[in-house]
């Protein structure tokens, strides 16, 4: 039932002598999929340098189609866009984004159970689930607390 985020390549971007794959994160906020840029070094192991800027569509294959469309000089000034803005706390943030998903999906499940969308018993399942998940993440944030990077 979770609307899982996903993350597809987009695109590759050659700028300042370095080579950046290009990928759209996706997910889906309770009114319209939103995708934002990913920008990850070829020669790192790092999951990238996120773009604030957000990419709505009511599907995810709109979203991806939209972020597919921009040209190497819209993702030049997206890239210097995401460097400007730098989060120094990534897996802080990540952890962030997380729980606030969870919140989101277990808000949509309690409504959709109200409104007699979902069987009672299902529903009790799968937000006793996503509360443990969300228990799982906020045990993590300790090792995510003041590390840069």
């Not at 959709?112 to 996503?130: F, H, Q, W």
């Amino acid at each position: 039932m979770a609307d899982e985020i996903v993350q597809p390549h987009i695109a590759s971007l050659d700028y300042d002598g370095r080579q950046f794959n290009v990928s759209c994160r996706i997910a889906f906020d309770g009114i319209e999929y939103v995708g934002r840029l990913w920008f990850a070094d070829e020669g790192w192991d790092d999951g990238g340098l996120p773009d604030r800027g957000a990419i709505p569509g009511r599907t995810r294959e709109e979203v991806i189609v939209v972020a597919r469309r921009l040209t190497q000089q819209d993702l030049m000034l997206r890239y210097r866009r995401a460097l400007a803005e730098k989060r120094r706390f990534t897996g802080l943030r990540r952890a962030t984004d997380e729980i606030l998903g969870k919140i989101r999906y277990l808000n949509q499940v309690a409504i959709s159970m109200r409104a007699g969308l979902l069987d009672t018993e299902g529903a009790a399942a799968e937000i006793d689930l996503t509360e443990r998940q969300l228990h799982e993440i906020v045990e993590r944030l300790k090792t995510h607390a003041g590390v840069e990077g």
